[in-house]
């Protein structure tokens, strides 16, 4: 089936309204949305929205779990010519207000359950005029709009001179400094990752994606805008389910899912509590994962557990959507190798450079800049930030080639693939010696009681640092610091071992499911050193 030419991604609920609108476009537990019902929706949100004086460009904030909403407000704001800007629903309220107001939201789309916080958040209105998705008797200092008014409003009008070029959405990452940066993707570049991703997995109108990651997390992009360019089912997964992965594997096997995507983490939980065995999840033939490296030896169990499935690693930091993907071939034959990032996506070149920024020769170790069509615009309200992130290369036309710098380091391996090697700015200077906490990392996950690993710096108060790690057993081991250190001493050198080592239960963990080593830096306490 031919697929209309299309610039928008909102256009992609609309086409398959058209051709199939009965078809489910979005489940969450036991209620769905077919794609005639989620265009209609959305239509009329929209035109609430125009309503209420939105206009091109504008930012319009979705601060609510992850449900049908958030289909319905992230298609809807798009369709009004802004941009939607998913606020994490755990995040403290001092943080919400600084996105708001770094933001300019005016207009928010929430749900009941999160009255009481808006009541603290709204104290200070930071501009908010109005919240959609709240009864009006809630009393908030703001107009509140119900949904069942939403749904009797007209659907929006046609011809909001909108173009790819146009922003989409801004994704709020945590900044170097502690500030949260905006991070602005356009229809353009939001719809170079999705195609590539529907052209590169098969994706069909038969699949059913799993939408793991919260709205803020760039993860969650894939699971709504591939899914539907593709016509296929996006499932929502229950945030309460994360926590158990019995009831997670459940309702992987009931919902019939053909397309997994997720960060490691919730992988390696599937596996280590999932029951997996007693499944039947022969109908998965696609899981991704990105978000941060996964532990080979993991890996490797999680594909034994599921050998009918293909596995992909699909790299790229907030600003560039995917950019690098790496098909695993079968199951890893060394157990403690890490798992190459591949190679450039469709219609994105890759550059690897030294730290004067001259390209590297393959093989040789150096940061990595990518340019394409999958890459962001910019850092809102932040022009000198964005400025420092591109790199830009004389072209032979006499033009400008423009590379964002990634601050990963990689190199190229024989077979064209790219090794990832850590952070540019993972590397530390300790005892005179410039370490790479990355290493220390696959050090010690090859552990064979090492569950989950993380090093990190700790200010020596003499202009250097001190590396502290800590580890999580494997269920049932006991690890001693002083077993963990001798391990380290016959992969190490001695400058890079740990001067303090922790063995804990487990790890904080921010919003998206990544260990927190901020947080582990600020808990860093006196220990007892091994």
Excluded at 303 to 311: E, I, K, T, V
Excluded at 499 to 514: C, E, I, N, Y
């Amino acid at each position: 089936m031919g697929r209309t030419a299309r610039f928008l991604l909102s256009h992609a609920i609309d086409d398959w309204a058209e051709r199939t609108p009965d078809q489910e476009a979005v489940r969450f537990e036991s209620a769905s949305l077919s794609y005639a019902e989620l265009a209609r929706k959305s239509s009329q949100l929209a035109g609430l929205l125009t309503e209420s004086g939105v206009q091109r460009g504008d930012r319009v904030g979705i601060y609510m779990n992850k449900a049908l909403g958030s289909a319905i407000g992230l298609y809807g704001i798009m369709k009004a010519g802004a941009a939607y800007v998913p606020l994490d629903p755990l995040a403290p309220v001092d943080r919400l207000r600084f996105v708001i107001g770094d933001c300019g939201i005016r207009h928010l789309i929430s749900q009941p359950e999160k009255v009481e916080t808006l009541r603290e958040i709204l104290m200070d209105p930071q501009g908010v005029h109005s919240v959609i998705g709240i009864p009006e008797e809630a009393g908030l200092p703001a107009e509140t709009v119900a949904w069942e008014t939403v749904f009797s409003m007209p659907e929006a009008a046609g011809g909001r001179a909108v173009i790819e070029q146009d922003l989409a959405y801004i994704l709020y990452t945590s900044g170097s400094t502690g500030v949260p940066k905006g991070i602005m993707h356009t229809h353009r570049s939001g719809l170079s990752f999705a195609e590539w991703s529907v052209a590169t997995y098969g994706l069909r109108p038969e699949d059913r994606l799993s939408s793991h990651a919260p709205l803020h997390f760039d993860l969650s992009t894939f699971d709504f805008f591939a899914g539907a360019i593709a016509g296929a089912t996006t499932v929502i997964i229950p945030e309460a389910l994360t926590k158990f992965p019995a009831s997670l594997s459940k309702l992987m096997q009931d919902a019939k899912l053909t397309v997994w995507y997720s960060v490691p983490f919730a992988l390696i939980q599937l596996l280590l509590h999932g029951n997996l065995a007693a499944r039947e999840l022969g109908s998965l033939r696609w899981i991704l994962f990105a978000g941060e490296p996964f532990p080979t030896k993991h890996l490797c169990a999680v594909m034994s557990a599921l050998p009918l499935a293909r596995f992909s690693n699909l790299y790229g930091p907030t600003e560039t959507n995917v950019c690098t993907y790496y098909h695993l071939p079968g199951l890893p034959e060394d157990a403690e190798a890490p798992i190459p990032i591949g190679r450039p996506c469709a219609n994105v070149e890759a550059l690897v450079v030294d730290g004067d920024s001259r390209p590297v020769v393959a093989g040789e170790t150096g940061e990595l800049l990518i340019r394409g069509g999958v890459v962001m615009n910019g850092y809102w309200g932040q022009p000198d930030k964005t400025e420092r992130g591109f790199y830009r290369r004389k072209s032979p036309a006499d033009t400008q080639d423009v590379f964002y710098r990634t601050g990963d380091l990689v190199r190229e391996l024989p077979s064209g693939d790219f090794a990832y090697l850590g952070r540019k700015d993972r590397q530390v200077k300790t005892r005179g010696y410039r370490v790479e906490l990355d290493e220390i990392e696959v050090a010690l996950l090859s552990h064979a009681g090492v569950e989950e690993a993380a090093a990190y710096p700790i200010p020596d108060g003499q202009g250097s640092n001190l590396i502290e790690a800590a580890v999580v057993p494997k269920a049932g081991v006991h690890l001693t610091p002083h077993q963990v250190i001798e391990h380290l001493a016959g992969r190490l050198p001695p400058y890079a071992i740990p001067s303090r080592l922790v063995v804990t239960d487990g790890f904080p963990r921010t919003s998206t499911g990544k260990i927190d080593r901020r947080a582990l830096q600020s808990q860093a306490a006196p220990v007892a050193s091994v």
